[in-house]
């Protein structure tokens, strides 16, 4: 029986196994990736079945909301386990058609790029540039126009379904977190497999392509709607900006005054003067820092280094982990051996600039490390000296234990 669309069952199986290995929690129905899997086949060809002949509908999302770091909440949307799946098979179809077009300083959930290749741009931009305005879109993801979402992704494809089934998944209802459920009549919830990839479309041609039409001398990066613009006066980053503004006001966004500013990137070769100097991208704080030229000469470099809310975020991943929070009585080997890959993960990525400045973290870790030790070891209870120098003999004869002291020297010699 021919079908109205053609999908092919070999996408929707390596969709599967892209949504299998990113993980995440289960929608509104509670199925977990154990229990799609445990009737895998069936699942499978349910999914291919009503994509194919046009009959798939998204269930509701279910919204979870994460704290932020100023009090306020970030909302997520968790799609079931077959929504993702069905919202990757859209994403590997569209994805090669605009990954083409996509500009050059567009880092956000792309293939080959990442966070770190948009810092270490922004770095060297900074060093040229004087001036940065750190640019934030108020609520971006809840505030998408979706007519010009749809109009944005026709002008990439053609096809039927994928054009049908992004418009579905933008009006599919939200169940908050007091079992209410909404009606979406604009934006996108993060979260979503497709959303990432929404998102791009719709600044890409609503800023980066606007950019370098009308301004094709002015730098950026941006990351996902993260972006700093990079210019050479005040004045020209004022008439940006006021350009800016009026750009996102037609696409129906708003950036938000209290979040975007203009930033001063002041070094030893900058005599100018203003009061914001300093500016957060992506977990990393841009600021004048003292530094050593390859001459042991010291001098001022706007330079990143892991900011200070990234610091407390980890502290705060630290302090809750279960192994050390709770009552854990096993081996030292199995404790490092639990928070080693989260360790690992900070070094990577904030190591990458001024790994010094991940000391004060590394440093937090080996005071839970002792108080842990404290509690194992009944004779060192009360004794933080003889706990710290348990931890400093274990080092010198177990380096690589941890992974913050494979990269730290914290003991001297």
């Known amino acids: 029986?021919?079908?109205?669309?053609?999908?092919?069952?070999?996408?929707?199986?390596?969709?599967?196994?892209?949504?299998?290995?990113?993980?995440?929690?289960?929608?509104?129905?509670?199925?977990?990736?154990?229990?799609?899997?445990s009737n895998l086949k069936s699942n499978l060809y349910k999914i291919w079945n009503r994509l194919s002949s046009g009959s798939y509908f998204p269930p509701p999302v279910r919204r979870v909301e994460i704290p932020k770091s100023n009090g306020k909440i970030r909302p997520l949307g968790i799609p079931t386990i077959s929504d993702r799946i069905a919202q990757m098979v859209i994403k590997k179809r569209l994805e090669p058609l605009v990954e083409p077009h996509f500009h050059d300083d567009s880092y956000g959930?792309?293939?080959?790029?990442?966070?770190?290749?948009?810092?270490a741009q922004?770095?060297?931009?900074?060093?040229?540039?004087?001036?940065?305005?750190?640019?934030?879109?108020?609520?971006?993801?809840?505030?998408?126009?979706?007519?010009?979402?749809?109009?944005?992704?026709?002008?990439?494809?053609?096809?039927?379904?994928t054009l049908l089934y992004i418009e579905r998944w933008l009006?599919?209802?939200?169940?908050?977190?007091?079992?209410?459920?909404?009606?979406?009549?604009?934006?996108?919830?993060?979260?979503?497999v497709i959303s990432p990839l929404i998102a791009n479309i719709f600044l890409h041609l609503g800023f980066d392509k606007w950019m370098q039409e009308h301004f094709p001398c002015i730098h950026f990066e941006r990351y996902a709607d993260d972006i700093v613009v990079h210019c050479r006066s005040h004045k020209q980053l004022e008439h940006i900006e006021r350009n800016i503004r009026e750009r996102f006001a037609w696409c129906k966004l708003e950036l938000c005054p209290e979040k975007t500013k203009i930033v001063y990137c002041k070094?030893?070769?900058?005599?100018?003067?203003?009061?914001?100097?300093?500016?957060?991208?992506?977990?990393?704080?841009?600021?004048?820092?003292?530094?050593?030229?390859?001459?042991?000469?010291?001098?001022?470099?706007?330079?990143?280094?892991?900011?200070?809310?990234?610091?407390?975020?980890?502290?705060?991943?630290?302090?809750?982990?279960?192994?050390?929070?709770?009552?854990?009585?096993?081996?030292?080997?199995?404790?490092?051996?639990?928070?080693?890959?989260?360790?690992?993960?900070?070094?990577?990525?904030?190591?990458?600039?001024?790994?010094?400045?991940?000391?004060?973290?590394?440093?937090?870790?080996?005071?839970?490390?002792?108080?842990?030790?404290?509690r194992k070891h009944k004779p060192l209870q009360r004794r933080k000296m003889r706990s710290g120098q348990w931890l400093r003999e274990l080092y010198r004869r177990y380096p690589g234990l941890f992974a913050h002291w494979r990269v730290w020297n914290w003991v001297a010699e």
Not at 109 to 119: E, T, V
Not at 129 to 150: C, E, Q, S, T, Y
Request: contains cysteine.
């Open 1 to 37: 029986m021919s079908k109205s669309f053609e999908i092919s069952k070999q996408l929707v199986w390596e969709s599967y196994l892209a949504v299998k290995a990113n993980k995440g929690s289960a929608g509104i129905d509670g199925q977990t990736m154990e229990g799609f899997e």
């Open 109 to 119: 959930y792309r293939p080959r790029k990442s966070a770190l290749d948009a810092i």
């Open 122 to 161: 922004a770095r060297r931009r900074c060093w040229r540039d004087d001036w940065v305005l750190d640019m934030d879109i108020r609520g971006f993801f809840d505030a998408l126009d979706h007519k010009l979402v749809m109009v944005a992704v026709s002008r990439f494809t053609e096809c039927r379904w």
């Open 171 to 192: 009006k599919a209802d939200v169940i908050l977190p007091n079992g209410e459920q909404l009606h979406r009549t604009q934006g996108t919830p993060q979260g979503g």
């Open 267 to 374: 070094d030893s070769n900058r005599n100018g003067s203003y009061p914001i100097q300093s500016f957060d991208f992506l977990g990393y704080t841009f600021r004048p820092r003292s530094t050593r030229d390859s001459r042991g000469k010291f001098f001022v470099s706007f330079s990143p280094a892991v900011s200070r809310k990234a610091l407390k975020a980890m502290r705060q991943k630290i302090k809750v982990h279960p192994m050390i929070k709770g009552c854990f009585s096993g081996r030292i080997e199995d404790l490092a051996k639990a928070i080693n890959p989260m360790i690992q993960g900070w070094i990577n990525y904030y190591g990458r600039f001024c790994k010094s400045s991940m000391s004060t973290i590394y440093d937090y870790i080996n005071g839970k490390l002792m108080r842990w030790i404290r």
